[in-house]
């Protein structure tokens, strides 16, 4: 009977759960949510996302790249983005929510 009990109490912490204690800079880093099977644009808005938290600005490569071009350049480029609605336009994260229309919301 004692022996019993033994395999009983045994079995029954044996399945007791084991949570790791991991932390959100680390469910929130890059790399992390690459291995996880996430889109280089999901981490891109969570980085995004936690650089507005902390009121810090960032940018993607392709948005730096875009901000350095000429005039023409943009132009032509928002010429592009507003006939073919599936281009980016690198203001997913960074605009301001207006609730009334304006000229430059093309």
């Excluded at 929130?28 to 902390?54: D, F, H, Q």
């Excluded at 350049?73 to 009334?100: G, I, M, N, Q």
Aim: overall charge neutral; hydrophobic content about 35%.
């Amino acid at each position: 009977m004692k022996k019993l009990l033994l395999l009983m109490i045994i079995a029954i912490a044996a399945q007791t759960n084991c949570n790791a204690a991991i932390s959100v800079d680390q469910t929130t880093n890059p790399t992390v949510l690459k291995n996880s099977g996430y889109s280089t644009t999901t981490t891109e808005m969570v980085n995004i996302s936690k650089a507005r938290a902390n009121g810090q600005e960032y940018y993607t490569d392709d948005e730096l790249a875009y901000k350095n071009q000429n005039w023409f350049v943009k132009f032509w480029r928002k010429l592009y983005v507003y006939t073919d609605p599936a281009a980016e336009d690198y203001s997913l994260y960074h605009h301001d929510t207006k609730t009334t229309p304006h000229y430059t919301d093309f």
